[in-house]
């Protein structure tokens, strides 16, 4: 039974309001004394407390529901608990994994990371890929035929620096490690030797006019750097959990991009300055101008951008696309989705930038030039080297190649998590000690509570009779049981709302129910129908706990 629709379509039967209305209005309450939902009622009279009063005496009480209160001019409603328990436990033991899934149909592109190919990645990008992969996941579980996708960063000035300087000074030599950490010294060694000769600038840009005219010399050098590079990408991809339906290349798409802005001048949606250039002019709508093309004839990003979202909806027909990328760049998508908008494009209305906020560390911002970057590959390293220590300390017996694949699993849940579960588009400060901690509101914590869950049910062994429902009587055991039932729409919005903190969260605070039901509970007795009833309450918050992690890209292990 979904008791939210329920109390929703009771409500909609007494007011001018429709069951959507109610249900956009019904919230939790902030202490589980208040009850399980309250309904506002500023907007229906003068004297909301007294309206409240009013539909309280005219709600005949359902089965399902224990009582209704007045608590100001709030309508708060508490649910049977020996109902909620029988139906939802009943309900996730039957769904399992597709627990709190939708039925969206939507075809959903959603394109992340987004790298250059002369350098690593980094930890900027470790909460790019974090947000992209936790928005696929969801989107998915809500039904949705979700498609990542990504762009390759692959021509442009940067890159001809790090071609210059490995052409100058890397002597022929092969990669010694890593492609994408090979170039990336190049890029750096660069940076350091135009302190000291402003002329290489020059050199660097006559390099891209070079690549631009199809010199052979410098594509061939190109071409072999940027597999290094791609290499070194996939290698980090594949160890974080990504991969991609598709990857599109800058360098195949800036000369097509230059046709969309021609055709942009030919509808007048564009207009040439005084320098050739061909603007937007956008300061009509509140946005400023925007150079689409420069006049000597050569692009910029939004340039690609522009043939690059033609080519996505001709390649998939999307219904929505959805850009993960930095805040720093929310005026450039800005500007790129109201000049599609001006071009008539169909799916110009269906863009969304997932803006998220910058990556620091507590020393400061990162600098990619002055080789301050902590790269992806680095932190994750960091974060498995931390785990093994944490592991060590608590198992005494187990084989070092066992301590490894813990610690892989735990490092990588404490990096996503980290990145995950405050606002996406808040600024945040990444420390490695506090997202690996134990206890706290961390992944590792997530995984711990579920992994105790695992152990409890290897103890108990498996249910034997019928499940008494009644016997969860506990405020413990009701606290947890209004938790799961809360689930579907604590995911509902993550997925709707681009709001994967929500879920994390919510995580913690199942976490720390079930913890506290744990220490107050024994799951294990003499009496039979209140240890099954209990192992199957611990086998449905495990299961929960999965599902949950699962979405945030972060796996579930059975032991820590």
């Known amino acids: 039974m979904d008791y939210k629709h329920e109390i929703a379509a009771l409500l909609a039967k007494e007011t001018n309001l429709s069951t959507d209305e109610v249900l956009s209005q019904l919230a939790i309450p902030p202490h589980p004394a208040l009850g399980d939902l309250a309904f506002p009622c500023f907007k229906l009279g003068k004297n909301p407390k007294q309206e409240a009063e009013n539909f309280k005496q005219k709600i005949k009480l359902p089965a399902f529901l224990s009582k209704i209160e007045v608590v100001g001019p709030y309508l708060n409603f508490f ?17 399992k994994k597709k627990y709190g899934a939708g039925k969206a149909k939507e075809k959903i592109l ?178 400023p101008d925007k150079v689409v093309l420069r006049g000597d004839g050569t692009s910029v990003y939004i340039t690609q951008d522009l043939y690059l979202a033609q080519k996505r909806y001709e390649d998939y027909h999307f219904d929505r696309l959805v850009y993960v990328v930095a805040s720093e760049q929310q005026l450039h998508f800005r500007q790129l989705f109201k000049i599609l908008e001006l071009l008539g494009k169909p799916y110009a209305q269906n863009l969304y930038h997932l803006s998220y906020g910058m990556v620091h560390l507590p020393t400061g911002r990162m600098k990619s030039r002055e080789g301050t970057v902590i790269d992806a590959d680095e932190i994750m390293d960091e974060m498995k080297a931390l785990a093994e220590v944490e592991i060590k300390k608590r198992y005494e017996c ?33 420390n490695p000690e506090e997202s690996l901690s134990f206890e706290g509101e961390t992944g590792p914590y997530v995984q711990y509570t579920h992994a105790r869950a695992c152990s409890i049910l290897r103890k108990a062994g498996k249910i034997e009779g019928k499940i008494k429902y009644t016997a969860l009587q506990t405020a413990s055991e009701q606290n947890i049981l209004t938790k799961l039932m809360n689930f579907p729409d604590i995911v509902d919005d993550a997925a709707k709302n681009y709001r994967p903190h929500v879920l994390c969260h919510y995580l913690i605070e199942l976490a720390q129910a079930f913890n506290e039901f744990y220490h107050s509970c024994p799951v294990i007795s003499e009496d039979k129908e209140l240890m099954t009833a209990r192992r199957q309450l611990v086998e449905t918050v495990r299961q929960v706990l999965e599902n949950g992690l699962n979405l945030l890209g972060i796996e579930a292990p059975e032991e820590m």
């Open 79 to 95: 649910l049977n608990k020996s109902v909620l328990a029988e139906e939802t436990l009943q309900t996730v033991s039957k769904q």
């Open 110 to 287: 959603i394109e992340y990371c987004g790298p250059n190919t002369n350098k690593p990645l980094h930890l900027g990008h470790v909460r790019n890929m974090a947000l992209g992969k936790a928005m696929c996941c969801l989107l998915s579980f809500a039904g949705n035929n979700v498609v990542p996708v990504n762009i390759v960063n692959d021509r442009g000035i940067h890159i001809c620096q790090s071609m210059l300087a490995y052409q100058k000074w890397g002597k022929n030599k092969k990669p010694d490690k890593k492609g994408d950490h090979f170039v990336g010294e190049y890029y750096v060694l660069f940076a350091q030797a135009l302190k000291e000769n402003p002329d290489l600038k020059d050199e660097a840009q006559d390099m891209l006019t070079r690549w631009e005219q199809g010199d052979k010399t410098v594509r061939t050098l190109w071409k072999k750097m940027n597999s290094w590079v791609l290499q070194g990408f996939a290698q980090t991809y594949k160890r974080f959990g990504i991969a991609f339906d598709e990857e599109y290349f800058e360098s195949e798409l800036y000369e097509a991009g230059k046709d969309v802005a021609l055709e942009g001048l030919k509808k007048g949606i564009l207009i040439k300055n005084e320098k050739g250039a061909l603007v937007a002019p956008l300061e009509k709508y509140g946005i």
């Open 398 to 430: 187990l084989t070092e190649k066992e301590i490894h694949r813990r610690a892989e699993i735990i490092g990588l849940a404490a990096i996503k998590f980290f990145m995950l579960r405050t606002d996406a588009h808040r600024d945040i400060t990444f």
